[in-house]
């Protein structure tokens, strides 16, 4: 079975400075991940994923993060980080899948973690 | 540009009372989900709904959940008989082509 571990429940930090959200997994089999926003009141907003290939990504509004295998981590990055990215960031799994198949892409979040970016 | 519509955004229910949310994905979709966060909690996985069937369930959609499609727009989840812990935000998925699940805005549910 899939699981995620986000190691941080809250992160506090101050506008312009660099925040690291970390995010590792564990599964059996090979993975998708990705990292969602959530604003306040709001739904979930895709903010980058890794489906292959290069193992850095980058996102909307300036994250990015890298893909480590052998530590099976997933860790969320923003050099310079804005009042407005104050929010809820869940990271997520799922198995690889194939369209047109019945094998689901279900997506099994981690715990979140609050990041507060103070004046 | 993807769209996915939730009704409604937010239901007052008494307990062992029925609710339907419903989910209307624009354009064609195949894959459907069900998630539901409780307050301050992650984002959990309920059902997910392939080709008019479910494709996969979670321990917490029991015999109380049901999924349906029945217009071939229209995705519902319903719960036949609401308890406390059942007051959550649920959130409908589509799967896109580009692999990651675009969420809708959610239907907030309060038990009482």
């Known amino acids: 079975a899939q699981s995620v571990t986000q190691l941080d429940s809250q992160v506090p930090v101050f506008e312009e400075a660099p925040v690291e959200l970390r995010c590792n997994y564990s599964?059996?089999?090979?993975?998708?991940l990705f990292w969602y926003v959530q604003y306040p009141n709001q739904g979930l907003q895709l903010l980058l994923k890794y489906l292959s290939g290069s193992t850095l990504v980058k996102g909307i509004n300036g994250f990015e993060a890298e893909f480590n295998k052998s530590q099976t981590s997933f860790h969320l990055r923003k050099p310079s980080v804005h009042i407005s990215d104050t929010a809820e960031y869940f990271c997520?799994?799922?198995?690889?899948?194939?369209?047109?198949?019945?094998?689901?892409?279900?997506?099994?979040f981690g715990q979140g973690t609050t990041l507060q970016v103070k004046p | 540009e993807p769209e996915v519509t939730q009704t409604p955004s937010h239901q007052v229910t008494q307990m062992g009372q029925e609710v339907i949310l419903r989910c209307v994905p624009i354009s064609n979709h195949l894959y459907f989900y069900w998630y539901r966060q409780i307050l301050g909690q992650k984002v959990e996985f309920l059902v997910s709904f392939y080709n008019n069937e479910i494709s996969e369930k979670s321990e917490i959609f029991d015999d109380q959940f049901s999924v349906e499609r029945p217009d071939g727009s229209n995705f519902t989840l319903k719960i036949r008989s609401t308890k406390l812990e059942d007051s959550a935000m649920y959130f409908c998925a589509i799967q896109l082509r580009t692999g990651e699940l675009f969420f809708g805005e959610g239907s907030r549910l309060t038990v009482l």
């Open positions: 997520a799994v799922s198995d690889i899948w194939s369209r047109g198949s019945s094998n689901t892409g279900k997506l099994i």
């Open positions: 599964s059996s089999v090979s993975v998708y």
